[in-house]
Antibody, heavy 117, light 107 residues
Framework: QVQLQQWGAGLLKPSETLSLTCGVY????????WNWVRQPPGKGLEWIGEINHSGSTNYNPSLKSRVTISVDTSKNQFSLKLNSVTAADTAVYYCARGPYKWGYMDVWGKGTTVTIS | EIVLTQSPDFQSVTPKEKVTITCRAS??????LHWYQQKPDQSPKLLIKYASQSISGVPSRFSGSGSGTDFTLTINSLEAEDAAAYYCLQSSSLPLTFGGGTKVGIK
């Protein structure tokens, strides 16, 4: 059964760069779209963007100027970088698998809490 | 950007009661609407895809309906373990957007 395991720094200062990585285990990497979603404390979910194994990306326009999602197919990993963070970027960040481009997400990581302070 | 409006924001329900959550889209999205359950300190879990398609392993008391702009998630005979937040997600156009969520509590 495919599992997503994510890691990265949990505490950042304003203006720093958020960096998270998600590893895909026990499942295929190609043929899927790999997503990042975040959830501020006590609030709802926000889609950040997606990437496929070829490196084709789609981003949320609200974050596009600060976001980069990349892929390392040799390690079955994909990563998120968010520049110039502020307190508003404090959230739980999830990685998730999508069977289709711009589609639903069916497998999720456990989430990483990132605090900007 | 397509805005999804969920109602109600919160619902307190007695076990075995029927729960209905609605999600309204700001424009027609066909059947590109999916439902998630999120329990405290857990990741979202996919319940229903494409408005009404069931997901393997999800109890049959969860069902979805609707198309166009109006969608419904129904929980028949609520169980205590169904206490959670429920979110809709649209995948008709970018950016993907979620509804604001509905919290279901147990009386």
């Amino acid at each position: 059964q495919v599992q997503l395991q994510q890691w990265g720094a949990g505490l950042l200062k304003p203006s720093e760069t958020l960096s998270l990585t998600c590893g895909v285990y026990n499942g295929s990497f190609s043929g899927y779209y790999w997503n990042w979603v975040r959830q501020p404390p006590g609030k709802g979910l926000e889609w950040i963007g997606e990437i496929n194994h070829s490196g084709s990306t789609n981003y949320n326009p609200s974050l596009k100027s600060r976001v980069t999602i990349s892929v390392d197919t040799s390690k079955n990993q994909f990563s998120l970088k968010l520049n110039s963070v502020t307190a508003a970027d404090t959230a739980v960040y999830y990685c998730a698998r999508g069977p289709y481009k711009w589609g639903y997400m069916d497998v999720w990581g456990k989430g990483t809490t990132v605090t900007i302070s | 950007e397509i805005v999804l409006t969920q109602s109600p924001d919160f619902q307190s329900v007695t076990p075995k009661e029927k729960v209905t959550i609605t999600c309204r889209a700001s424009q027609s999205i066909g059947s590109s609407l999916h439902w998630y359950q999120q329990k405290p300190d857990q990741s979202p879990k996919l319940l229903i895809k494409y408005a009404s398609q069931s997901i393997s392993g999800v109890p049959s008391r969860f069902s979805g309906s609707g198309s166009g702009t109006d969608f419904t998630l129904t929980i028949n005979s609520l169980e205590a373990e169904d206490a959670a937040a429920y979110y809709c997600l649209q995948s008709s156009s970018l950016p993907l957007t979620f509804g604001g969520g509905t919290k279901v509590g147990i009386k």
